[in-house]
């Protein structure tokens, strides 16, 4: 038995997204207002009865801060209006890069997120290719992580024989793994060295991409850096064409300028993040089919399993 009549509600910070999701599921978005004081304040309100409701509230927690602190009050707001269940359905998750104390006097702000959702209200988190996987374990609620491979596979060819698929660190060798799996091609790793934060020294290519078409896919881009270090690597290696599969778009500063005079020939993106500023070589895939189909399956009390069934290996 269903909780209550299914109510998506979005935040602001990808409404087009919400959109896409809404009109797959084929019910309207909930109405909600969204607005803030004359000092910035954020205030909410829904605008409909939600009590019994199963609601869902799709908001990533890219920067700005205030995205995430949005969310925070749209939870509280949800849970305080009689909502049966409340869902934070966040398809970029901010913080996570901060997943533990790898030296001393930081915060591990991924934790500090997780308590913070519990806190305000939410009985259950979906969200997407995390930065790291563990994080899921910082919550005692249910986690579903989703994997956007399913987005980005059926443009490439499986057993492609001169396609190799390309991890531009140790830390992502899990994701291209799934990837190269399902492909049915060889998988390379790339071994870095990072001197400090958003900075990174490509050291050596672990495999073989001399005259071989590259899939090289990662879970966040934000500089561009280090992605860009490693489509040049690749290229001096005598890779011939190099695609990029990134979940999530965060690009900041001229990291769309460092990726337009890259070697690369497409960047493909999923719609995780808004794209503010198009470029001939980024091509966007929404990720609102499978966004959608995770918060019919979790109303409706069905298995999601497929939808995150990414390498058991």
Request: proline residues 4%; hydrophobic residues 40%; without cysteine.
């Amino acid at each position: 038995m269903a909780k209550g009549p299914i109510m998506i509600f979005s935040g602001s910070s990808n409404p087009e997204l919400s959109r896409e999701i809404a009109k797959y599921l084929g019910i309207p978005l909930g109405n909600v207002e969204l607005k803030r004081f004359s000092d910035g304040e954020l205030w909410v309100k829904y605008k409909e009865n939600i009590r019994g409701g199963d609601v869902f509230i799709i908001q990533s927690t890219n920067p700005p801060s205030e995205n995430f602190m949005e969310l925070l009050i749209m939870l509280d707001a949800a849970k305080r209006s009689s909502a049966s269940t409340v869902t934070a359905v966040i398809p970029y998750f901010g913080y996570a890069r901060q997943d533990r104390k790898d030296q001393p006097r930081v915060a591990i702000t991924a934790k500090l997120v997780a308590n913070l959702l519990t806190v305000a209200g939410a009985d259950r988190v979906i969200s997407m290719d995390l930065h790291a996987a563990q994080i899921q374990g910082f919550f005692d609620i249910p986690f579903d992580h989703l994997y956007a491979s399913t987005v980005f596979l059926d443009t490439w060819k499986s057993n492609d024989n001169n396609l190799v698929v390309v991890s531009p660190d140790v830390g992502g060798i899990k994701l291209a793994r799934a990837y190269s799996r399902r492909l049915n091609v060889p998988l390379v790793v790339i071994d870095k060295r990072r001197p400090k934060q958003n900075k990174a020294e490509v050291m050596n290519i672990i495999g073989d991409v001399e005259n071989k078409d590259v899939l090289l896919v990662d879970d966040i881009i934000d500089t561009g850096g280090t992605f860009v270090s490693a489509i040049e690597a690749l290229k001096n290696a005598g890779a011939n064409e190099i695609y990029g599969a990134v979940t999530h778009p965060i690009l900041s500063g001229d990291a769309i300028e460092k990726i337009e005079n890259s070697s690369i020939s497409k960047l493909y993106i999923t719609d995780s993040i808004p794209l503010n500023k198009k470029s001939k070589k980024i091509i966007v895939k929404t990720a609102s089919g499978l966004l959608a189909e995770a918060i019919r399956r979790t109303h409706n009390h069905e298995s999601i399993s497929s939808l995150f069934d990414i390498d058991k290996s």
